[in-house]
Structures are given as structure tokens and as C-alpha cells.
């Protein structure tokens, strides 16, 4: 490669890393407001799951709707993914468990552009799919969970799951598929410890209901629904915002790598270039001589 090479392949890198950075930099941004959107709501999680472990523990589960088992002949599975690409191997994991379901019993609901092509792309039964904003409210994630609630309620699905990229850190997260319906169990903290002794009532609960639990239980379940998809979707814009920064700032980090190589090298080039010339002038000179 001669050196007009070198210095146009080592623009072109640069080039690449200034637009890599700026990537970074929005994904940054987005990364922090999300982040702190999915970890607001976790204080409340965990005392609305303990509200819902204690409730469940005196109520028969064949009296709601939501809680009745049923032999599995169709699952729904909400697929969340991201819009954009370029967040490393996040999507790819995700479609990676996709691919392990059965597609004979399993029908899909997705957010995100990228879960959209995925499946359609691989003929799975896609049988609606909702808009991922880069700020989603409650209201725009309950229609997605009340449209789910009516195919199960409605017995068109036996199992309701949920297959999203769980955000850990911004380092790190985990791909997680959670079953939302029947509920079974509560997902985030699991059945209650009295952590309070003081806190407790005289019969022992931490918790008095009225008018009873059954009543108050069957107020809270679809609430809870609401509530389990809404922070499912924030994990998983912060958990696609982080991998993107990371991709992106590994992408500048090469780019910066490989336009010192070059540089080095064309530098080498191009003292061997001027070693040749001076080498040939001096011979001249001396065959002149």
C-alpha cells in the first residue's frame, strides 16, 4: 500500500471515530435518563410485591382470572428489542432464545423495530406489534399489557411471557424471559420477610386490607400487570442505550487503535520513500563526479 493510500484510509478512520464518539456521546445522554427511569420504580416494586405475596397467601388461586393454570397448548410471548442497531450483541441474544421456542405453539407480540424484522424475517406468528418511544409513559406500555391480559383472560393463550434484555449495570445485562401469566409468583423480590418486627399487627401480617384481601387482591392484580410490563420496557431502553454506548465508545476505541498503526506505518513508508530518493541523488551525484 503506498503512502496516498495510507493517508486516505487513515481519514477515513478518523472520520469514522469523530462519528462513533458523537454516537456515544447521544447514547450517553439517553443512557442516563433511562437508567434512572427504570431504577425509580424499584422501591415501589418491591413494596408493591410484598403488598401482593402477603394478599396471595390466604386467597384460593382459582378466584381470579389471572392466576388460573392451564395446560399450555399456546404461548404468547412479548418480544422487546430495541429500534436501532449498532448496540452489540443485545438484539443477536435475544433473537437467539426466539429461535429456541417452538413456533408451532408459540405467537408473538413485539416492541421495537429490530424484534419486528426479526420475526418477520424468520415467518414466526407475529400477531401484533406496538411503537417503543425513547420515553415510554405508563399509559403507552398499558395498552400493550391490557392487550395481553385479554388473551389470556379470553383462554386464546394459555401462557403469557414476557422475552426482554434485563438492565443489570451499564456494563451489563441479561437476557430474560419471565412468565407473566398465570401469575405464579412475583418476580422481583419474591414471598415477604418481615423485615420490621415493630412494623407488624397484632395478629402478625404487616398489612391490614379492606374490605378483605380477596377484594383488594382482585383490584391489584391487573394494576400489577400494568406495572411488571411498564418497567420491563424501561429495563430494556436502558439496558439498549447502555450496550450502545459501550459498542460505540469499543468502535471509537478501535478506530483510534488502527489510525495509530496506520500512521506509524505511513510514517515508515514515507521514510522509506525519502531514504530512496536521497540514496539515488547521491549515486547520481557521484556518477557525475
Do not use: W
Not at 422487546?80 to 408473538?108: I, P, Q, W, Y
Not at 424471559?177 to 398465570?182: N, S
Not at 391490614?208 to 400489577?224: D, M
Amino acid at each position: 500500500m503506498n503512502t496516498r493510500d495510507l493517508r486516505r484510509r487513515i481519514k477515513s478512520i478518523k472520520n469514522t471515530a469523530q462519528i462513533t464518539k458523537a454516537m456515544q456521546m447521544v447514547a450517553a445522554s439517553k443512557m442516563r435518563k433511562a437508567q434512572d427511569a427504570a431504577t425509580a420504580g424499584h422501591p415501589y416494586a418491591r413494596v408493591l410485591n410484598r403488598v401482593l405475596a402477603r394478599l396471595s397467601e390466604g386467597v384460593d388461586p382459582d378466584t381470579h382470572p389471572l392466576l388460573a393454570k392451564r395446560e399450555v397448548h399456546k404461548e404468547l410471548v412479548l418480544l422487546l428489542s430495541t429500534n436501532k442497531g449498532l448496540c452489540g450483541a443485545l438484539n443477536a441474544n435475544l433473537f437467539r432464545e426466539v429461535m429456541l421456542l417452538d413456533a408451532a405453539k408459540t405467537d408473538f407480540v413485539a416492541m421495537g423495530k429490530k424484534g419486528v424484522q426479526f420475526l418477520s424475517r424468520m415467518k414466526r406468528n407475529l400477531i401484533a406489534e406496538f411503537p417503543l418511544s425513547d420515553a415510554p409513559s405508563f399509559l403507552q406500555t398499558k395498552t400493550v399489557s391490557k392487550f395481553l391480559i385479554e388473551k389470556f383472560t379470553s383462554a386464546e393463550v394459555d401462557k403469557v411471557s414476557v422475552l426482554f434484555p434485563r438492565f443489570i449495570n451499564t456494563l451489563t445485562h441479561q437476557t430474560t424471559k419471565i412468565t407473566l401469566l398465570p401469575l405464579s409468583g412475583y418476580h422481583r423480590e419474591g414471598k415477604m420477610l418481615v423485615e420490621d418486627p415493630a412494623a407488624t399487627t397484632q395478629n402478625g401480617n404487616l398489612f391490614l386490607f379492606e374490605p378483605s384481601p380477596t377484594q383488594v387482591l382482585n383490584a391489584i392484580l391487573p394494576y400489577y400487570i400494568h406495572f411488571e410490563v411498564y418497567q420491563m420496557v424501561l429495563d430494556d431502553r436502558a439496558a439498549g442505550h447502555s450496550a450502545r454506548m459501550v459498542a460505540m465508545k469499543n468502535a471509537t476505541d478501535n478506530a483510534k487503535k488502527l489510525a495509530k498503526e496506520l500512521t506509524l506505518e505511513y510514517n515508515k513508508a514515507r521514510q522509506a520513500a525519502i531514504t530512496t530518493e536521497l540514496i539515488e541523488i547521491s549515486t547520481a551525484q557521484l556518477a557525475v563526479e
